[in-house]
């Protein structure tokens, strides 16, 4: 069985930055895709950015703020994020998607990002 697990976040100010991790581990992992989701309080979670067969999208809230990138010889993911602002608050979710199915079906628990004013 798989697992991902997020790290990196943290408190910052707005205009700081953030490197956000996510590492698999379990067997031998191999995902179609790698995203990156949030989650504000009181707010339904939200795509943020993705990784799929070497391009990448973005939301357009983290839209030349964000860059995502995964190491797959490591089993790791990253989210780097830059110029942040108080809406980026929020819980980050690392997913996976496996080959053949549509929908992201692997979750982290998350990690916490506070973006002070």
């Known amino acids: 069985q798989v697992q991902l697990v997020e790290s990196g976040g943290g408190l910052v100010q707005a205009g700081g930055s953030l490197r956000l991790s996510c590492a698999a581990f379990g067997r031998t992992f191999s995902a179609a895709a790698m995203g990156w989701f949030r989650q504000?309080?009181?707010?339904?979670?939200?795509?943020?950015?993705?990784?799929?067969?070497?391009?990448?999208?973005?939301?357009d809230s983290a839209k030349g703020r964000f860059t995502i990138s995964r190491d797959n010889a490591k089993n790791m993911a990253y989210l780097q994020m830059n110029s942040l602002k108080p809406e980026d608050t929020a819980l980050y979710y690392c997913a996976a998607r496996s080959y053949g199915k549509t929908e992201y079906d692997l979750w982290g628990r998350g990690t916490q990002v506070t973006v002070s004013s």
């Open 40 to 59: 504000a309080p009181g707010k339904e979670r939200e795509f943020v950015a993705q990784i799929w067969s070497g391009m990448t999208y973005y939301a």
